[in-house]
């Protein structure tokens, strides 16, 4: 029972951490300056993969202590398979994604508050925001969601 609630404690902590790099991350990408010399630009991605690869890092010791299911095995018995069946499932289920989001566009007039705020801050903040919504936003949250 102590070994379950440590578990979760280590685990609640670890979240908190990496939602912390995340914060530092998005930090580097809100600058407001129009333009960066490139050593800033190379600095800010230099620091965003170090500070990614230790988010995964947490997330690969987390993964060592509490594994029931041994995602990470290499065990060839529990791979998974790709065949076409579990490649047409896929595909249909994009298929589905895509039509539900067509038929909401059509359902729901306006746009979405979040939507407003992130065309928003693309317009007042460096070009290099981009790359933090389109890639290092959805790694992070990846990682973060399974930790």
């Known amino acids: 029972m102590k070994k379950k609630i440590l578990d979760k404690a280590i685990g609640v902590g670890q979240m908190i951490v990496t939602f912390l790099i995340y914060?530092?991350?998005?930090?580097?990408?809100?600058?407001?300056?129009?333009?960066?010399s490139w050593?800033?630009?190379?600095?800010?991605?230099?620091?965003?993969?170090?500070?990614?690869?230790?988010?995964?890092?947490?997330?690969?010791?987390?993964?060592?202590?509490?594994?029931?299911?041994?995602?990470?095995?290499?065990?060839?018995?529990?791979?998974?398979?790709?065949?076409?069946?579990?490649?047409?499932?896929?595909?249909?289920?994009f298929l589905v994604i895509c039509i539900l989001q067509i038929l909401a566009g059509f359902l729901i007039k306006g746009?979405?508050?979040?939507?407003?705020?992130i065309a928003a801050h693309q317009q007042q903040f460096n070009p290099i925001i981009n790359v933090m919504l389109i890639?290092?936003?959805?790694?992070?949250?990846e990682i973060i969601s399974r930790i």
């Open 39 to 93: 050593v800033a630009v190379i600095f800010i991605f230099g620091l965003t993969v170090a500070l990614l690869s230790l988010t995964y890092g947490i997330y690969q010791r987390r993964l060592n202590q509490v594994n029931d299911w041994h995602f990470t095995s290499y065990n060839k018995t529990r791979m998974p398979r790709f065949t076409l069946k579990n490649w047409s499932l896929a595909f249909l289920g």
């Open 111 to 117: 746009e979405a508050t979040n939507q407003a705020n």
């Open 135 to 141: 890639a290092i936003g959805p790694l992070f949250e």
């Open 23 to 36: 914060a530092v991350v998005q930090g580097l990408f809100m600058i407001r300056a129009k333009q960066l």
